[in-house]
């Protein structure tokens, strides 16, 4: 029962490094987000995608790119890090939006440090 | 706009107690209310949901009834474990976005022997 895989786990960047977060999902769902956990703020979302080969900008999308090349799999983009984007980084998955549908599973997270 | 506020933590009991951690909500319509509990070094799991008024949602002992007139969603549970000590968010569905979820900013709970 994989449900919702994030890679890599923990990541150090310096500042101006870039690098790609991967989630992936087995349970045939639709929509995809990911979100950022910082202390004393729960979550909030960057980007979501409804859908194979659409995206769209969350609350906080500014410094992320993401990709959903292929229904099982959204990448999360970080171009230029800098030290702001410290913070642990979620990725969900849901089958809709409907009451029965919008229930959304997490995966264990990604520790990202920026120096 | 929507939002979530929950009772600040940490929030400490003994084992056995009775635990109360409270949230209330501002949304506009009737949105699915949810519970996640998240362990240490771990993702959010799903805990309990409600989709309407005077729902009651309810797992492993805990509970959270969807209150409408007060716009609350309180969580409790009568009797915690030790194992019960994690960071607890409530969260609403917001159709807007994709259906993103709304967070509280979490309540951390330790459960002491």
């Known amino acids: 029962n994989a449900g919702v895989t994030q890679t890599p786990k923990f990541r150090v960047l310096k500042t101006g490094q870039s690098m790609t977060l991967l989630c992936a999902q087995d349970?045939?769902?639709?929509?995809m987000y990911w979100y950022r956990q910082d202390p004393g703020m729960g979550l909030r979302l960057i980007h979501y995608?409804?859908?194979?080969?659409?995206?769209a900008k969350g609350e906080v999308p500014d410094g992320y790119n993401v990709s959903r090349l292929k229904k099982q799999n959204f990448l999360l983009g970080l171009e230029s890090a800098a030290p702001s984007q410290t913070s642990v980084y979620f990725c969900?998955?849901?089958?809709?939006?409907?009451?029965?549908?919008?229930?959304?599973?997490f995966g264990a997270g990604t520790r990202l440090s920026v120096l | 706009g929507d939002s979530v506020t929950q009772m600040e933590g940490p929030v400490t009991l003994s084992e056995e107690a009775f635990l109360t951690i409270n949230c209330t909500y501002t949304a506009t319509g009737y949105p699915s209310l949810f519970w996640y509990v998240q362990y240490p070094g771990e993702g959010l799991q799903l805990l309990l949901k409600?989709?309407?008024?005077?729902d009651k949602g309810s797992n492993k002992g805990f509970e959270a009834t969807y209150r409408k007139e007060t716009t609350s969603f309180h969580l409790e549970k009568g009797s915690v474990q030790v194992s019960d000590s994690a960071v607890y968010f409530c969260?609403?569905?917001?159709?807007?976005?994709?259906?993103?979820?709304?967070f509280g900013q979490g309540t951390e709970l330790s459960v002491k022997p």
């Open positions: 969900a998955s849901s089958l809709g939006q409907g009451a029965s549908k919008n229930i959304q599973y």
């Open positions: 995608s409804v859908g194979e080969g659409t995206t």
């Open positions: 969260a609403l569905h917001q159709y807007n976005q994709g259906g993103k979820l709304i």
């Open positions: 349970m045939n769902h639709e929509y």
């Open positions: 409600a989709t309407k008024a005077d």
